[in-house]
């Protein structure tokens, strides 16, 4: 039986020697010109910037969960939604209520699949609602509560927040420990975003090894 496309692709990059270019600043990635807070200072950060309305971040997810399983402890991999217009600070909230509700996992990719596989306008408060009722059990009620709070007002504005602060102008973008900013267009491809990541990370637990090194 032949193998999907899709498994002998994620096998194959995780066969790429990820640190066998040299990537460059200014040329692969930019530095921020003022560094923003990491949740865990005793880490090293890599946020995603993505969106469910954006199909590259859908083809990229994948890539971005099998690099994430392979890194070590020293690593804090998350997520933040961009909020560029009302249609994204809906999905955005969709993000953070699957998050307040504990199913993150169980309707991050059936938010996608709504979207870029079937067509749902999940625009509609009612057809959200059914997602979540569908894909994680969560009643109606419970989902509306937590949409409609001041936490997720409060998330929402923290992300547009640092957004901002991290110059994101298109998703997917990755943040590398609140100081350097890699996307597609400068790395060369979605997927060549972790190779320039994980070169980044390398630097940065070098120079924290040794800081008179860098």
């Not at 083809?59 to 994430?68: E, S, Y």
């Not at 267009?185 to 320039?196: E, F, H, I, K, Q």
């Amino acid at each position: 039986m032949k193998q999907p496309l899709l498994l002998i692709l994620l096998l194959a990059f995780t066969a790429l020697p990820l640190q066998a270019a040299e990537y460059v600043e200014g040329t692969h990635y930019s530095r921020l010109a003022v560094p923003v807070a990491t949740q865990d200072p005793a880490k090293v950060e890599v946020v995603e910037v993505f969106s469910y309305a954006c199909i590259h971040c859908k083809n990229f997810d994948p890539w971005i969960d099998r690099w994430q399983a392979a890194q070590s402890d020293d690593v804090n991999f998350r997520r933040i939604p961009a909020v560029f217009n009302e249609t994204w600070e809906i999905l955005a909230r969709a993000f953070y209520a699957a998050e307040v509700l504990g199913v993150a996992e169980k309707v991050h990719m059936p938010l996608f699949e709504a979207i870029h596989d079937k067509g749902i306008d999940l625009r509609k408060p009612s057809l959200m609602a059914a997602l979540f009722e569908d894909a994680a059990g969560v009643p109606q009620a419970q989902f509306e509560q937590v949409y409609n709070s001041m936490v997720l007002n409060a998330r929402i504005a923290n992300a547009h927040g640092l957004a901002l602060s991290y110059g994101v102008s298109g998703v997917p973008t990755l943040i590398v420990d609140g100081k350097y900013r890699v996307d597609g267009r400068m790395a060369g491809s979605n997927t060549d975003m972790l190779a320039v990541a994980e070169q980044l990370i390398s630097e940065i637990r070098a120079a924290a090894a040794d800081p008179g090194a860098r």
